[in-house]
Every structure is written in C-alpha cells, then in structure tokens.
C-alpha cells in the first residue's frame, strides 16, 4: 500500500486548505484510514478516522466542528477539509491507513507527510 498526501501550504488564521491522500495498491485489506499531525517538538496526535465502508467518521476534539473528513472509494482517496484554521494547527499532516484506533502504532501504512504552516 501507497499514500500520497497533498494539499498543504501558508495560510492565514481563519482561512481554509483541504488535503488529499491518494492510496494504491492494496487497499481493499484496509477500512478504516486517518489522518495525523505533527507539531514541532512535539508527539504524533489523532486528527480524524474514517471508515470507509460505513463512512463512521471520529475527530480529536481540537478540531471538531472545524474539520471535515471524507473518501472517495472509487478513487482510493481520502480528503481533510480544515476550516477556521488556527496558528495551533500547524503541522505535518499524516494520512495512515492498515489499521484502526487513535494512535500512530494502530497504522501499518504511512503517507510522506504535507505541511501545513497557519500564520496569526
């Protein structure tokens, strides 16, 4: 399996960015795909999980309501719609998939990472 994440870039507190992870090969071994970040000096955390043959959607708290993910399963590909962004929001963006759950160990597969740089 291979992920290819996009979509990041500077914006300003406020403003929206969508990110897209594009997956290939074998996908069909896998429901559930996430999306982590990762601030500077600080540990990998959750964002948002879904499961893409019931569409179940979770969210960290800190983005609740501000953030909106997505698949597309005829495309292979997973969408974080981020809305309302805050400086704290600056990160690494990781797509994961080959697993479940709110941590990075409970993922086998990784994307290379797009970062994502929210200006006050």
């Known amino acids: 399996v291979q992920l290819q994440a996009s979509g990041g870039g500077l914006v300003q507190a406020g403003d929206s960015l969508r990110l897209s992870c594009a997956a290939s090969?074998?996908?069909?071994?896998?429901?559930?795909m996430a999306w982590f970040r990762q601030a500077p000096g600080k540990e990998r955390e959750f964002v948002a999980r879904i499961n893409r043959r019931g569409f179940i959607t979770n969210y960290a708290d800190s983005v609740k309501g501000r953030f909106t993910i997505s698949a597309d399963n005829a495309k292979n590909t997973v969408y974080l719609q981020m809305s309302s962004l805050k400086p704290d929001d600056t990160a690494v963006y990781y797509c994961a998939m080959g697993g479940s759950g709110y941590r990075p160990e409970g993922y086998n597969y990784w994307g290379q990472g797009t970062l994502v740089t929210v200006s006050s």
């Open positions: 090969g074998r996908t069909f071994i896998t429901s559930w």
